[in-house]
């Protein structure tokens, strides 16, 4: 075990993949940095520090630093998929995709289908995503909802950087085209990660953070902690909380949720999106279904507002879940009838 | 032509404003009281007050994340900027757009914006709109240099062509796109103004650090784009950005020496200040009573966006349909 920053188990895993195989390479902006600039190549790279040292190790050919183009990254990248690459594409902000979508929905996550299995489509995109840095409504939004719609594309939102580590492996060994979604938040947060190279995390096993009887929540990203502590606390006054990250959106550990809210009979999702089509409506809609004789309470879905998301600190922390939202659904169906 | 003395001053004057504006901006962020990710236009005031000195009310622009410049030489209100910055709930857009989003449609200013090559196509729009009413008014998208580079600015340029839109395209090469340098970013051999000739357009080329050459060349693009039926134009300046991408950026690209360096020979506030005395249009004591003046305004509008009411939850749900 190693002890790394989020952002560095990002860097790490995609050293060790691209070292690992020739067919790897990545593209995005400013994922070198300094090109055409007095300061030279690897200047200063992304502002996320995802790719530091990338480029001395692998080279241009491998290490594409691309102009302000999104459509043609995602396009880019759909191609030296279909031609025996491994793409990792990565948008400095999730909400790029709205620049991109075509590439992302109607190419690649289509390809495969479209031709009837007769090619493989094995790209990662990879973008930072998530609301705590009041950079407004055009640069802090979570977009899970509107990519685990999309029939084709795997979709992971990891919490730790044990998670990145596995996940982001995962990622870039398989043969579709998957999402992985890093919550900008999460990027300075350190955790003990696995040394073994070929450590991966199957796609669609959820983890239990926490284990408790009475209520199931169910999230993942940056509102997993606020769950955890939630569950911490209520902890203390004997009432105990399964805290399950889901890891990845699509495809969905239903087996997990299930499980546990069979047992607890309360279900809470915890949501960084909005609530309408949301995640969380889409789990409570699978409970209600599969789970019904099991329920004791209405499940609830902890959602921002059915806004954009607004800039002033104090409008963007009402605009998140909070703790105290959190544990006041928790509460609200614990004391329901 | 000759501007008047007004007009000089006037024009000073918006640059100045522009100028301490983000010198302010750029001491206020480091005490980390303002949120948010800011992206200073300092250099660059020669290009937002060229262009804008030009435009009516009914003129319309459309701006960038770099976008306070734009926004104060089109007339929006300096106080109320503040407070958005600053997060108030009286400022110019509640405290909802914050930096990036500032707006002022009334004034003629459609939006300042965070997504990079967002602003062209809407500027089409503007000037289809314009072509229609048939007034002679405009529509003007500001871009960059990286900008210039999204699928959506070409687009932009060939149906603005197609459709006669009464649009200007107004490139501002500071040189950068973040920490990525023109000369690796554009493909057309350190030229933008070249692309939107290849689309049909008359186009144009100026000094950005020059406030008369902006001036003199945006008289040029008005006079042919106002004529109805000439469809658009494009024109780019070349320009400095004095601070990083974005404040907080260590700006290990720039070359030994290059902040000073542009700082001593290409600052468009001292070339106007050289130029102007130089032919004796104005006296250095004009321009110092103006600093004062500015310097007061700009200390006025930070002490009303600190003492100015902060928003509160239910702020966040107006604005917007929320039917449930
Ligand atoms: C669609 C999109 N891609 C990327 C970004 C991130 N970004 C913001 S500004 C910028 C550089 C823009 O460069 P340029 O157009 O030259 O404008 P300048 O910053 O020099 O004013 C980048 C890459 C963004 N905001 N939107
Ligand atoms: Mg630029």
Known sequence: MAKMMYRDAVVSTIAEEMARDENVVCLGEDIVGGMGTPGGPEAIGGIWSTSTGLFGKFGADRMIDTPISESAIMGAAAGLALSGKRPIAELMFADFIGVSLDQIWNQLAKFRYMFGGKTKCPAVIRMAYGAGYNAAAQHSQAVHQILTGMPGLKVVMPTTPADVKGLLRTAIRDDDPVIFLEHKALY???????????YMIPFGHARLSRA????????????????????????????????????????????????????????????EAPPRCSLGADICALVAEKAFASLKAPPLSVNPPHTPIPFARELESA??????KIEAAVRKVLSYR | MQLSREALLRAYRQMKVIREFEERLHVDIQTGEIAGFTHLYCGQEAVAVGVCEHLSVEDKIVSTHRGHGHCLAKGCDVNGMMKEIWGSREGLCKGKGGSMHIADVDKGMLGANGIVGAGAPIAVGAGISCKIDGKGHVAITFSGDGACNQGTTFEAMNMAVVTKAATIFVFENNHYSEHTGFEYAVGTNKDIASRAEAFGMKVWRGDGTDFFSVFETMREVLEYVRVPGNGPAAVEFDTERFFGHFEGDPQRYRGPGELDRI???????????????AAKLLAHEDLDALDAEVLEAIEESVRQAKAADRPTAEDVLTDVYISY
């Open chain 1, 188 to 198: 300075g947060v350190s955790g003990e990660v696995p040394d073994d190279p070929d």
């Open chain 1, 319 to 324: 605009y998140l879940p909070s703790v105290d």
């Open chain 1, 212 to 271: 408790g009887q009475d209520v199931t929540i169910v999230s993942t990203g940056l509102l997993l902690g606020f769950c955890e502590a939630v569950a911490d606390k209520l902890a203390a006054e004997g009432i105990g909380c399964d805290v399950i990250d889901l890891r990845t959106t699509s495809p969905l550990d239903e087996e997990a949720i299930l499980d546990s809210v069979e047992v607890t009979g309360r279900l809470i999702v915890v949501d």
């Open chain 2, 263 to 277: 700082r001593a020979e290409r600052d468009c506030l001292k070339k106007f200040r050289e130029s102007v005395t």
